[in-house]
Nanobody
Framework: QVQPVESGGGLVQAGGSLRLSCAAS????????MGWYRQAPGKQRELVAT???????NYADSVKGRFTISRDNAKNTVYLQMNSLKPEDTAVYYC??????????????WGQGTQVTVSS
């Protein structure tokens, strides 16, 4: 199993920046994709960005050009650099980790979430 732990959320004014981190522990050798999702009050959880072990990225249209996902494999950590933040980016941000073993999907894990609040 893998345990993701997020950090870096907080309160920021519109136009500001934040960097989220998600450190994974446990069976980190099996990590494939790592990503970020968010859930605003009254809304469904949605994809923000993902990054595979091969380096492929995927971003939600709403964050393209403003957010950047990256990972440090040596630290088993994924980052989300968020720039030009908008009030509509306010949400709880969740780290998600997908694992495989010998090419077979073995698990999907969520962090506890970190609150990001953007004031106007």
């Amino acid at each position: 199993q893998v345990q993701p732990v997020e950090s870096g959320g907080g309160l920021v004014q519109a136009g500001g920046s934040l960097r989220l981190s998600c450190a994974a522990s446990g069976s980190t050798f099996s990590i494939n994709a790592m990503g970020w999702y968010r859930q605003a009050p009254g809304k469904q959880r949605e994809l923000v960005a993902t990054l595979t072990s091969g380096g492929s990225t995927n971003y939600a249209d709403s964050v393209k050009g403003r957010f950047t996902i990256s990972r440090d494999n040596a630290k088993n950590t994924v980052y989300l650099q968020m720039n030009s933040l908008k009030p509509e980016d306010t949400a709880v941000y969740y780290c998600n980790i997908d694992t495989t073993r010998y090419g077979v999907h073995t698990g999907n894990y969520w962090g506890q979430g970190t609150q990001v609040t953007v004031s106007s």
